[in-house]
């Protein structure tokens, strides 16, 4: 990936965490948060999820809304993060595959560098508004 490119990934990614900070105070539901990440984030952000099949695109948004939602400090929680846990392997897969979490999603990627300090700069921009 050339600079140029990795410019506008991470351009993408950072509107997809400001709209999902967005959302999330929005909704102020886990599962609605999740949801909306899952069917909206792939659609809304194609460079972030261009090459990967539909339902892996759908697991990648879930976790992310997962780590999105975990990180986030909750301004209806003394503006402290509300963390949902990691499915058990054995629990069905959120994507909707039918399989288990553990011989399905799993590997999602973790997002490094996602912290409450980054969203709590991003949803102050939000609160500001």
């Known amino acids: 990936m050339n600079e140029e490119q990795e410019r ?5 990614l950072l509107r997809l965490l400001r709209s999902a900070v967005e959302e999330a105070l929005r909704l ?3 599962e609605a948060f999740l949801s909306w990440m899952q069917s909206e984030a792939p659609e809304a952000f194609p460079v972030l999820f261009s090459g990967l099949e539909e339902r892996v695109a759908r697991a990648v948004a ?3 809304g997962r780590q999105v939602w975990n990180a986030m ?4 929680d003394g503006f402290q993060p509300q963390p949902l846990a990691r499915p058990l392997d ?5 994507c909707g595959s039918g399989r288990p979490y553990g011989d399905c999603c799993v590997a999602a990627p973790a ?10 700069s991003l949803m102050a921009e939000k609160l500001d508004d």
């Open 111 to 120: 997002l490094p560098g996602l912290t409450p300090g980054l969203l709590r």
């Open 28 to 30: 102020q539901d886990a």
């Open 8 to 12: 506008i990934v991470l351009d993408a």
């Open 73 to 76: 400090p909750r301004p209806d």
């Open 62 to 64: 879930r976790e992310l």
């Open 90 to 94: 054995q629990d069905p897969c959120p």
